[in-house]
Nanobody, 115 residues
């Protein structure tokens, strides 16, 4: 069992930045992959970014060039740096990790971007 705790969400104006953090309750050194999904109001959950244990990253087309995912294995934490935020980035952001046959989610953190 793994617990994931997100932080860093909030309200920001368009063009602003936020950094989300996801702290895991165990070592993430070998966990592959980890990342972030988001669920906009009234829409399905979608993948935002993911990072493998060797640091390879993938991004949704809608966030490429604006968002950066990173991981600090020493702190058991994954980050999502979000720059040039747009109103369409408004969503609940969920951290996830895949561990063997299991998939774990955080509780979600709200990001609201005002125009």
């Amino acid at each position: 069992q793994v617990q994931l705790v997100e932080s860093g969400g909030g309200l920001v104006q368009a063009g602003g930045s936020l950094r989300l953090s996801c702290a895991a309750s165990r070592s993430i050194f070998s966990i592959n992959p980890m990342g972030w999904y988001r669920q906009p109001p009234g829409k399905q959950r979608e993948l935002v970014a993911r990072i493998t244990s060797n640091g390879n990253t993938n991004y949704a087309d809608s966030v490429k060039g604006r968002f950066t995912i990173s991981r600090d294995n020493a702190k058991n934490t994954v980050y999502l740096q979000m720059n040039s935020l747009k109103p369409e980035d408004t969503a609940v952001y969920y951290c996830f990790l895949s561990l063997g046959p299991s998939f774990y989610w955080g509780q979600g953190t709200q990001v609201t971007v005002s125009s």
